[in-house]
């Protein structure tokens, strides 16, 4: 596998084509170098895999066993660190900075982040549900579930719910992975990568990038 890098979500445009007739959706990733903080060997780990730092953050908000981490890598304290699992560490060294030449030749991009939290939504909210039937002589309860006393455990004499029922709660604020998405441009001068389509988060929340794990059949084929 790739190694998986940061990036900061800046928000939401389009790139028109040369002929100005069609425009392309596109979300910005400001992709600033990432600092390798650690190279992981068969021999001393028992696995192969290369860990990258990126964001400073001041020593008081740190702590003394992170910020000697960091300091063998000759870097400063950082904020975020993330691992990747990578078939031979020969070409990482301890402060090598990977930043975008890495997408070099890549042509989509699977972005791994936060969810916007939508608080304690029902269910027709949440879980696309069409509510009770609206018509004279309902109760007002258009938007409730029903009945879900029947929905027992497959044992059939127990009133616990199965678990994963759908049902109301907290929406939202979980880690979300959008795959294969495609990259439209890279500017390397101004460290920005413009992915078409959505990315998970608000405006100025922190994402990981990497190259596409899996693509369906028609991406496979672009990317031939």
Not at 1 to 28: E, Y
Request: positive net charge; hydrophobic residues 35%; glycine residues 14%.
């Amino acid at each position: 596998m790739a190694v998986t890098l940061f990036a900061k979500k800046i928000g939401m445009t389009r790139v028109f084509s040369q002929d100005g007739k069609t425009s392309t959706p596109v979300t910005v990733l400001e992709m600033t170098p990432s600092v390798v903080t650690q190279v992981r060997t068969a021999e001393t780990d028992g696995y192969t895999a290369v860990q990258v730092g990126w964001g400073d953050v001041k020593p008081r908000n740190s702590t003394i066993p992170m910020i000697g981490h960091d300091a063998k890598a000759g870097a400063a304290p950082k904020r975020h660190h993330t691992e990747s699992r990578v078939d031979d560490v020969a070409g990482f060294g301890l402060g090598q900075q990977l930043g975008l030449e890495t997408l070099d030749g890549v042509l989509f991009v699977d972005v791994v982040g936060q969810s916007k939290g939508k608080g304690f939504a029902g269910v027709m909210k949440r879980h696309g549900f069409k509510g009770m039937p609206a018509s004279h002589g309902v109760e007002r309860k258009h938007r409730s579930p029903g009945s879900i006393g029947a929905h027992a455990t497959n044992r059939g004499h127990c009133g616990k719910l199965k678990k994963g029922k759908r049902m109301s709660g907290h929406m939202g604020d979980e880690r979300v992975t959008v795959r294969s998405l495609p990259v439209v441009r890279i500017d390397s001068d101004k460290s920005l990568l413009l992915v078409k389509g959505p990315v998970p988060g608000a405006n100025g929340g922190t994402v990981l990038v990497r190259p596409a794990v899996r693509l369906n059949r028609s991406k496979g084929k672009a990317g031939k």
